[in-house]
Structures are given as C-alpha cells and as structure tokens.
Nanobody, 128 residues
Framework: QVHFVETGGRLVQAGGSLRLSCAAS????????????MAWLRQADGKAREFVAA????????KYANSVKGRFTISRDNTKNMVYLQMNSLKPEDTAMYYC?????????????????WGQGTQVTVSS
C-alpha cells in the first residue's frame, strides 16, 4: 500500500515563502518503476486540478508549470523518500490545495492524468 502525506501548507502573505513536504510510506520510492516521476499538483476552489512541478526520481530532472517557473523549486531526497516544493514570491493566485503524486510517464508529467497515486493534500492560502 502506497501512502503520501503532505505537510507545510498554511496561511501566508503575498510575497512570502513556504516549503511543502511529501513523505512516502509503504514502499521505497527508489525500488519501484511507479515512482519514475514525483510531482506537485494543485486545485483551487471551483477549478480543475493543475500541474505545478515534477521531478524525475532517477536523475533529478525537473519540469515546471509556466505560472510557477522561477518562483517554485521541486526537489527530492532519495535517502528519506521525501519530495519538497519550495515556494517563493507567493501570489494570491497560488492559493489552492496542493497534492503530492506519483506516476510513470515523464513525457506526460504536466498532465494530472499521468499520476496513479495521490496524497490527501495540504492547503496553501496566500492573502493579498
């Protein structure tokens, strides 16, 4: 059984920073093909879930949505089975539930449909 637990979300003022963490349990990320891509996605109230950032577990290669490029950084820690999202220069439009997810298709990493396993999410609220 695969579990992801996201932490770090909270209320923050515009221009501030947050670091989200995703802890994987139930399996070792490095041992399974399903963990080829780890990603953060988000969903704002009344909107569809959207891709934020992804990291390829094998080599650390990354992808970002244009809306967060230059402000957010995704990283992974192979030894701790952790994935992080450092978010700087936050904007009110970044307000959403942020989810950690795992999938196999790096080529489709920017599509929410590429992900098979999801966490429960952590709420990020950015006030203006």
């Amino acid at each position: 059984q695969v579990h992801f637990v996201e932490t770090g979300g909270r209320l923050v003022q515009a221009g501030g920073s947050l670091r989200l963490s995703c802890a994987a349990s139930g399996y070792s990320i490095s041992n399974y093909a399903l963990s080829y891509t780890m990603a953060w996605l988000r969903q704002a109230d009344g909107k569809a879930r959207e891709f934020v950032a992804a990291v390829r577990w094998s080599d650390g290669n990354t992808k970002y949505a244009n809306s967060v490029k230059g402000r957010f950084t995704i990283s992974r820690d192979n030894t701790k089975n952790m994935v992080y999202l450092q978010m700087n220069s936050l904007k009110p439009e970044d307000t959403a539930m942020y989810y950690c997810a795992a999938g196999t298709a790096w080529s489709d990493a920017d599509s929410p449909r590429a992900y098979d396993y999801w966490g429960q999410g952590t709420q990020v609220t950015v006030s203006s």
